[in-house]
């Protein structure tokens, strides 16, 4: 199970119930009890009881029991689906940024310091506000961390400087292709926003005006664009990995629960 000092469950295995038997360890480093740190130990053990682990059948009644499906087909079906979902995300993703990064780099000359500050502030109070949401505040964090504000802004400097890059590069998409969102683009952004923040849509209405959401619509449909004008080359894996990847795996001789 893991539950205890590295090498006492290893010296278990084999015993039968009624064995009385010493187990000798040696406590990690980094124990807990600074004073038992690196020392060797040896425990009296009478082994009393041994319990085994019964894993229910993986039927439909599983199925019913784990899930708001009838039966095992269904439920394997929506694992499958939600599995290829979770690697779709995790592609699109990764064409994004590379696309992003693409991006980024390709921008030439001076960009005023004054935008970077604007938006360095912005991740700093979106990095306070997920805090709020879990009960902490900024000065907190940082007290923990071992950090002061100069230095938290500084770490954001790099994410900052990318992000408005990308920001000036995707307004001039929409500005050359006349990027228009309409009100029911709007509408729909206003629903979306207010169900991932658990709140009525009035409420978003009321914290975001119309225009300024209209802008980063534009944007983000300037994203779409850019996704869907991309010519992705895929790659070829290089032989070592191929061959890793048929080599299999050592056969093991023992195995232990854990």
Known sequence: SGQFIPGFEDQIIGKNIGDEFDVNVTFPEEYGAKELAGKEAVFKVKLHEIKVKELPAVDDEFAKDVSEFDTLKELKADLKKKALDRK???????????????????????????????????????????????????????????????????????QAESQVKFRLALEKIVELENITPDE???????????????????KVKNAIPAEELKKDIAVNKAIDLVKESAVITEVEPKAEEKTAAKKPAAKKTAKKNG
Do not use: H, W
């Open 88 to 158: 779709k995300k995790a592609a699109d993703e990764a064409v994004e940024n590379a696309l992003v990064q693409q991006i980024v780099d390709s921008i030439k000359g001076d960009i005023p310091e004054a935008m970077f500050e604007n938006r360095l502030e912005q991740c700093v109070e979106d990095f306070a506000y997920r805090l709020q949401s879990q009960g902490l505040n900024l000065e907190t964090y940082l007290k923990y961390t071992n950090s002061n504000i100069d230095e938290f802004k500084k770490s954001f400097r790099p």
């Open 184 to 202: 029911k683009d709007v509408e729909a952004e206003y629903e979306k926003l207010a169900k991932d923040y658990g709140v009525e849509a009035d």
